[in-house]
């Protein structure tokens, strides 16, 4: 979230490669597991990559609310969290989950209810279009062997509904 936070407020102008380089070299925690770093670093290439494409998804459930006016905290959640919906195996559910505990984090309580309801609604739109199991794994990661995708998936849920 906060890689896409400098990118949007440094515009057109930001390269990703750049900005993800000068994240983990200034900011970027040195403990941090080199698999949450490289999720971390897809999720902002990727979104960044898509953002016209997550920006209409956005747009089409924020009613009365232009991509623009929203804080920048809960614009880049939010794009953040449609982009994992539309090009990582994660369920959706988890990404919701894991973007309102961001929301938590870096916004107010307003904003991490207008996330939620924004984010369900796109959700319902994209279960009615592609099923969670016809998700788009990402090349560089292992297929889950049979039935072992439907575990994760139902691990994951179960573990957003325990903590609501």
């Known amino acids: 979230m906060q890689m896409l936070f400098a990118a949007d407020l440094g515009g057109a102008a930001v390269r990703p490669d750049e900005l993800v380089r000068s994240y983990w070299d200034e900011l970027g925690e040195p403990e941090m597991d080199e698999g949450a770093r490289d999720f971390a670093t897809r999720l902002t290439v990727g979104t960044l990559a898509h953002l016209e494409e997550i920006d209409e998804r956005i747009r089409s459930r924020a009613e009365h609310w232009r991509i623009s006016r929203m ?5 880049n959640i939010l ?32 904003a991490t209810q207008f996330i939620n309801g924004i984010l369900d609604a796109i959700k319902r739109d994209l279960d009615r279009e592609r099923p969670q199991e016809d998700a788009v794994a990402h090349p ?3 297929e889950p062997g049979e039935g072992e995708g439907d ?11 325990s903590s609501q």
């Open 71 to 75: 804080a920048v905290v809960d614009r």
């Open 151 to 161: 575990d994760q998936q139902a691990e994951g849920e179960s573990k957003v509904a």
């Open 79 to 110: 794009r953040m969290a449609v982009y994992e919906f539309l090009h990582e195996p994660t369920p959706r559910t988890v990404a919701i989950n894991e973007s309102l505990e961001i929301a938590r984090r870096f916004s107010t309580y307003e």
């Open 140 to 142: 560089d990661e292992e």
